[in-house]
Structures are given as structure tokens and as C-alpha cells.
């Protein structure tokens, strides 16, 4: 795999592009503040080995990922959110209470865009969709003035 496309937006913020179909279809974003990190958007499961190796040529770790936050749970911007979760340890999924359901039991996401899909195609968009264990997803409201970064 060669080095993913990136460009730092300035700030702290690095825009990664996530592989998906195309370049600029679906992108992820790493926050970096502080020592610490979030990622906005996860991109699909088959995205995660861009970011990590990103990560490492940034000498980032994955302790240092404190939140995952995907804006909605479309899988080309929250299908990667389980792998995430399992590659980083520290991390916390911040989510809108509608999205959290899905993240915790993506079975329904799965269903029906295997239905549109089917298997195979599905697998080469996708790869796999896992869930996230419930007590590291804290359901965030919109215009919530507690953040926690």
C-alpha cells in the first residue's frame, strides 16, 4: 500500500482519503491536539489500515486516538467504526443517539445493503462491519454545548 492521500487543512486537522471506490468519494479527518487525537469519519471497515499507517508515519499511536466520531452512519462514513474502536484502546465513539443503535448492532445497516448489494459486492465496498461494544459509545446531542474536546 503506498502512502494514502492526505493534506493537512491547517489547524491540527489532516484530511485522509478514505480508498473508497474512488479518490475524494469518502474522506476521514484526524484531529490532532495536545497529544491526544480524534477521528472524524472512519470510512469503511477496509479504510482503517490507511489511517493506522498514516498514523505511523506521523509517530502517532493508537492510544493516542481519544474519540472516533462518525457524522452519520452511512457505511462509507461509519462502516469503519468497529474496526476503529478495536484498533484503538483509549478511544470513545461520540455519535448522534440515532446513529448509536446502529453502531452497538449494525445488523440492520448490514441487511439491507446486502439486499441493494449483494454478498460480494458488498464485501468489496465494505469488507467487514463489526460492532461496537455499548460502553465505549456515548450518544452526543446536536448542538450540544459539552464537548469533550
Known sequence: MGQPDSRDLEFGITLIDAGYLRPGVACFYLLESAGECAVIDTGTSLSV?????????RGLSAEQVRYVIPTHVHLDHAGGAGTMMAAFPE??????PRGARHMADPERLVA??????????????????????TSRIREVQDGSK????
Open 49 to 57: 489500515p490507511r489511517l493506522q499507517q498514516f498514523m505511523r508515519e
Open 91 to 96: 478511544a470513545e465513539l461520540l455519535i448522534p
Open 112 to 133: 439491507s445493503s446486502k439486499e441493494v448489494y449483494g454478498d460480494s459486492e458488498f464485501e468489496r465496498l465494505y469488507g467487514e462491519i463489526t460492532p461496537v461494544e
Open 146 to 149: 459539552k464537548h469533550p474536546f
